[in-house]
């Protein structure tokens, strides 16, 4: 599995090198006094301090650190538009007389490749990516939770787009395949993030190693991406990713939504909102059944997560 992870994304960077190599031959070929790349970025750390000196009321002393960044590379000449972002967030929690824990962790590359078709409208292709960094454990430490591509979420659809304006885009694929990579070997035994659990021995044990990594599903996907400057210095950027598979409970919609407001203060100074909410019918997570504070069953349910934070920004162009 590892080798077929390092030969994934080898042939997505050769691949990234190949339609660049075009877009250049393109231009070489179509000379253009505009500008054709749209180069850009932005990154916040957002940090937050909790210190308690003789507090009868109790708590906790807390330090974070929380790290954003995006970044785009846009493409575009004559009816060709081709898009590329990647956004990463790392974040990281102290409490008092414990151990480091990892608050936050994502690393998403969006490619899309568009061909206009008249004013709004584009045929396109488009690859998303979704994985993470570094492992996740449970509070004790004793159970690996996910892992960098363990899961890894790929979505490669064909479909149109429809661009009324910068700052609304919708893509609608008839056309899509979703593929889940669980790298780790013992994620995969336990068939975590919907893949085949591992064989069992006549005793009931796992018998490792006989776990699947990969998951595809084939479906229909609706993809929707806003990003405005609602009042003076607050932009909302908001992301839904609806996914149906034809195959197996097509009825079952996936819902990705993430929504993202940032209020700037100043040049350097900014503050950010974050709510990420997430169901997959696939994926099961722990589940009070009776309301006794013990998790004692697993299913499908709403993953919803939720960051505030104020910090240092810096954007280029």
Same mark, same amino acid.
């Given at each position: 599995?590892?080798?077929?992870?390092?030969?994934?994304?080898?042939?997505? %960077? %050769?691949?990234?090198?190949? #339609?660049?190599?075009?877009?250049? !031959?393109?231009?070489?070929? +179509?000379?253009?006094?505009?500008?054709?790349?749209?180069?850009?970025?932005?990154?916040?750390?957002? @940090?937050?301090?909790?210190?308690?000196?003789?507090?009868?009321?109790?708590?906790?002393?807390?330090?974070?650190?929380?790290?954003?960044?995006? %970044?785009?590379?846009?493409?575009?000449?004559?009816?060709?538009?081709?898009?590329?972002?990647?956004? $990463?967030?790392?974040? #990281?929690?102290? #409490?008092? =007389?414990?151990?480091?824990?990892?608050?936050?962790?994502?690393? &998403?590359?969006?490619?899309?490749?568009?061909?206009?078709?008249?004013?709004?409208? @584009?045929?396109?292709?488009? $690859?998303?990516?979704?994985?993470?960094?570094?492992?996740?454990?449970? !509070?004790?430490?004793?159970?690996?939770?996910?892992?960098?591509?363990?899961? !890894? %979420?790929?979505?490669?659809?064909?479909?149109?787009?429809?661009?009324?304006?910068?700052?609304?885009?919708?893509?609608?694929?008839? $056309?899509?395949?979703?593929?889940? @990579?669980?790298?780790?070997?013992?994620?995969?035994?336990?068939?975590?993030?919907?893949?085949?659990?591992?064989?069992?021995?006549?005793?009931?044990?796992?018998?490792?190693?006989?776990? +699947?990594?990969?998951?595809?599903?084939?479906?229909?996907?609706?993809?929707?991406?806003?990003?405005? &400057?609602?009042?003076?210095?607050?932009? #909302?950027?908001?992301?839904?990713?609806?996914?149906?598979?034809?195959?197996?409970?097509? +009825?079952?919609?996936?819902?990705?939504?993430?929504?993202?407001?940032? @209020?700037?203060?100043?040049?350097?100074?900014?503050?950010?909102?974050?709510?990420?909410?997430?169901?997959?019918?696939?994926? =099961?997570?722990?589940?009070?059944?009776?309301?006794? &504070?013990?998790?004692?069953?697993?299913?499908?349910?709403?993953?919803?997560?939720?960051? $505030?934070?104020?910090?240092?920004?810096?954007?280029? &162009?």
């Amino acid at each position: 599995m590892v080798t077929f992870t390092r030969t994934f994304l080898l042939l997505s %960077f %050769f691949s990234f090198l190949f #339609l660049s190599s075009n877009a250049a !031959a393109q231009v070489a070929a +179509e000379p253009d006094t505009s500008d054709i790349w749209d180069f850009g970025g932005v990154g916040t750390i957002n @940090f937050s301090q909790v210190s308690l000196n003789n507090w009868a009321a109790g708590g906790q002393n807390t330090i974070s650190v929380l790290g954003i960044a995006s %970044f785009h590379a846009d493409y575009k000449q004559g009816d060709n538009v081709w898009n590329n972002n990647l956004d $990463l967030t790392y974040g #990281l929690v102290k #409490l008092e =007389n414990q151990r480091v824990q990892k608050s936050d962790d994502k690393l &998403e590359l969006n490619l899309k490749y568009g061909h206009r078709t008249s004013e709004k409208w @584009f045929y396109s292709a488009q $690859l998303n990516l979704k994985t993470q960094f570094t492992p996740t454990y449970t !509070a004790s430490r004793d159970t690996l939770i996910s892992s960098f591509f363990s899961p !890894a %979420f790929v979505l490669a659809s064909l479909g149109m787009d429809y661009k009324p304006n910068d700052k609304l885009s919708v893509f609608i694929s008839p $056309l899509t395949g979703k593929f889940t @990579f669980v790298q780790s070997e013992r994620l995969a035994d336990r068939g975590a993030f919907g893949v085949d659990p591992a064989d069992r021995d006549i005793l009931g044990n796992i018998v490792p190693g006989t776990g +699947e990594h990969f998951r595809k599903e084939f479906g229909g996907y609706v993809n929707v991406r806003y990003k405005n &400057e609602v009042i003076h210095n607050v932009t #909302l950027q908001s992301k839904l990713d609806l996914f149906s598979n034809y195959l197996m409970s097509p +009825e079952n919609i996936d819902v990705n939504w993430e929504n993202l407001l940032n @209020f700037k203060v100043n040049k350097i100074i900014s503050a950010t909102l974050f709510v990420h909410m997430i169901y997959d019918d696939d994926i =099961n997570v722990p589940i009070d059944t009776n309301n006794d &504070e013990t998790f004692d069953a697993k299913g499908p349910r709403l993953q919803v997560k939720q960051t $505030l934070g104020i910090g240092i920004s810096y954007s280029f &162009e």
